[in-house]
């Protein structure tokens, strides 16, 4: 029978965790087909196998259906997002505005989208735990969120001088 931890044993976890550095986040700049590849294989036989157990006709077969068709077409989007973000880094055009940083931006939300989905299957033996969500475009994006700035540490530093409001 396990025994309860003592205080001894959380501190030493503590300490523990405290000395592990977390893992870099990955960055929606650093996608590849070789990310959206497996992903959209993997949704692809789950959606599928699910499709199969749905009454041909029916309602359910219909949604599943539909949203297999809306994840593959994410997955081809994705594609080409990334393999376009490939040819503006490369060029070093990455910080120019405008549809530029609109195509930066759908490649993150795009990918998450997949990976949401993917996750109602995690206890699957093909699931990768690596599929985590994007939250930043780079290292340079994550700081800006992280760091207020002009050394006013409040909430409203970092959202802008609106905070939750839109401007003017």
């Known amino acids: 029978m396990p025994r309860e931890p003592t205080d001894d044993d959380l501190r030493r976890a503590l300490e523990f965790a405290d000395r592990t550095p977390l893992p870099e986040p990955a960055y929606s700049d650093d996608l590849t087909e070789d990310d959206v590849a497996p992903l959209r294989d993997f949704l692809r036989a789950r959606l599928g196998e699910l ?3 749905q009454p041909e006709g029916g309602e359910e077969h219909f949604a599943v259906h539909a949203l297999s068709n809306a ?6 989007r994705l594609t080409d997002e990334v393999n ?9 055009r990455s910080e120019e505005p405008g549809l530029v940083q609109t195509l930066r931006e759908q490649l993150g939300l795009d990918f998450n989208l997949l990976v949401w989905v993917a996750r109602r299957w995690r206890d699957h033996p093909d699931y990768d735990p690596r ?4 939250r930043y475009l780079n ?11 002009g050394g006013d540490t409040s909430v409203d530093a970092v959202r802008g001088p609106y905070g939750r409001e ?3």
């Open 51 to 53: 499709k199969a157990r």
């Open 71 to 76: 994840m593959l077409s994410t997955a081809m």
């Open 84 to 92: 376009a973000w490939r040819v503006v880094a490369f060029s070093g």
């Open 131 to 134: 599929w985590q969500p994007r």
């Open 139 to 149: 290292p340079d994006h994550r700081a800006s969120l992280e760091t207020p700035t």
């Open 166 to 168: 839109a401007h003017p």
